[in-house]
């Protein structure tokens, strides 16, 4: 799944920058350069809950996924 295709998953520019604090253009602009890694970060949960788990949290950030949400790393450990 493209950045594109996750911003119209996740509603759009307008209710993404609604979200995010910040303006519709600067969502648009991601199209076209990628959604940066901090808001990335911000909108994963949202996006492995809308994807259905096709994209997870875990894939996006292979490295760090444990140290950001560290419930993740802890599930089946139980």
């Given at each position: 799944?493209?950045d594109?295709?996750?911003?119209?998953?996740?509603?759009g520019?307008?209710a993404?920058?609604?979200r995010?604090?910040i303006?519709?253009?600067?969502?648009?602009?991601?199209?076209?350069?990628?959604?940066?890694?901090?808001?990335?970060?911000?909108?994963?949960?949202?996006?492995?809950?809308?994807?259905?788990?096709?994209?997870?949290?875990?894939?996006?950030?292979?490295?760090?996924?444990?140290?950001?949400?560290?419930e993740?790393s802890?599930?089946?450990?139980?």
């Amino acid at each position: 799944m493209n950045d594109s295709q996750i911003i119209d998953m996740l509603g759009g520019p307008t209710a993404i920058a609604k979200r995010l604090n910040i303006s519709p253009p600067a969502v648009c602009v991601w199209r076209k350069n990628g959604i940066p890694e901090d808001k990335r970060v911000y909108l994963a949960a949202m996006i492995e809950e809308q994807s259905k788990g096709l994209v997870t949290r875990k894939a996006m950030f292979p490295a760090m996924y444990a140290w950001i949400w560290p419930e993740i790393s802890l599930k089946g450990t139980k």
